[in-house]
């Protein structure tokens, strides 16, 4: 049965991030089941006629989160859908799918990384100073206590234990329906090329006559922290390239992809390099672990503060044995299909069926 769908997000804007494209993804691959989609913004760019931003006249680049409620409940008035899925804690939602996981879960895990113990305290005690974050904490820990509202589309078996967990979400409410990202991804030929020059380049500027393994960090944040912190202990092991225009096209000419992440509801890093063949290491904070077999397909680190555990998996991979088998088993699974976001529609639908039904909606 075809649907009419809405799907709400703040911004619709796939330039911010993985929650963004996410969603656009999410609306293409529900539409090419045959579903008429409509992606309901308060910001953003209208880049066709699904996509609705609702408060364009307001100021800033952020919405009150009560004001685009309200405005949200104008426009669902007059524009009736089958089903309503939110990525914001609307209670007015049939699907409630946060793209970060649970906002207790950000606080904690984000104050864990700063790896200092009066710092994770403070900002505990203090995250509730930002008052959009608490606001948005207490609208899902109230959505999350109730005993009927929105079905929870949890990305991943650690976002459904932050629900049960911190809020107590009685689990009959909650469907895991982990995380797809779009697979048929080209990358620029020809950029790589030139990515890898500039790599190489920077190899042989170190003058080392032996064969080694190195690590090459992608990105734009406290790159001037880590450069200086890498040349006090492996300067010659260690390639910084800033930021990319194009992940895929570093994904292309890697051996190994990396992400000792203190938090990730699941990550579309690991789930592109899967896509792209390749081995990967990164943390059980990473929800994107259910997606592929610790040892087989890659490494799964317990603490992302253990850097012994993190060496001794990207030295295992050093092995290009190791990473040839890893990428076989990757293929041989066929790991693509289980991480795409083509899955994740099925998936959806076939919950949206099980929401009308419940309804009385046939």
């Known amino acids: 049965m075809a649907l009419k769908i809405a799907i709400i997000i703040e911004r619709a804007d796939i330039r911010l991030g993985g929650a963004e494209r996410s ?9 090419a089941l045959g579903h008429s989609v409509d992606v309901l913004a308060a910001k953003g760019q209208a880049t066709g006629r699904n996509i609705h931003i609702l408060c364009r006249s307001d100021a800033g680049k952020r919405m009150n989160f009560f004001t685009f409620g309200k405005t949200l409940r104008e426009f669902l008035a007059e524009n009736k859908y089958d089903i309503i899925h939110s990525v914001l804690p609307f209670e007015f939602a049939d699907v409630y799918q946060p793209r970060g996981g649970t906002y207790a879960e950000t606080i904690v895990r984000s104050a864990a990384s700063y790896q200092n113990k009066f710092v994770e305290f403070y900002k505990k005690t203090f995250s509730v100073a930002n008052s959009r974050r608490t606001t948005l904490l207490r609208a899902e820990r109230k959505l999350a206590q109730a005993s009927d509202g929105p079905v929870i589309a949890a990305l991943s078996r650690y976002v459904a234990e932050q629900f049960r967990e911190h809020y107590g979400t009685d689990s009959r409410r909650i469907a895991i329906i982990p ?4 697979i048929a991804k080209q ?3 020809s950029q790589a090329y030139k990515l890898r020059t500039e790599i190489l380049m920077q190899i042989a500027s170190q003058k080392q006559k032996e064969r080694k393994a190195y690590l090459i960090v992608a990105g734009r944040d406290k790159k001037k922290k880590y450069y200086h912190l890498a040349n006090a202990t492996a300067p010659r092991n260690i390639i910084f390239l800033g930021s990319l225009g194009n992940i895929h ?3 292309s000419i890697i051996d190994i992809a990396v992400l000792p992440t203190f938090y990730d509801p699941s990550s579309r890093f690991i789930l592109e390099a899967l ?4 081995p990967v290491i990164t943390t059980k904070y990473n929800g994107a672990c259910d997606l592929f077999a610790d040892n087989v397909h890659g490494k799964i680190v317990d603490d992302p503060q253990d850097a012994s555990a993190l060496a001794e998996a990207m030295v295992f991979f050093a092995d290009t044995k190791n990473i040839t088998n890893a990428s076989q088993a990757i293929a041989q699974d066929n790991l693509q299909e289980k991480i795409s976001i083509s899955r994740a529609a099925k998936q959806l639908t076939e919950l949206y069926a099980s929401i009308l039904e419940k309804k009385g909606i046939n």
């Open 23 to 31: 969603v656009l993804e999410l609306r293409a691959a529900l539409s």
């Open 275 to 278: 896509a792209a063949g390749k």
């Open 249 to 251: 096209d570093a994904m």
């Open 179 to 182: 995380n797809g990202i779009k």
């Open 187 to 189: 990358h620029d030929t």
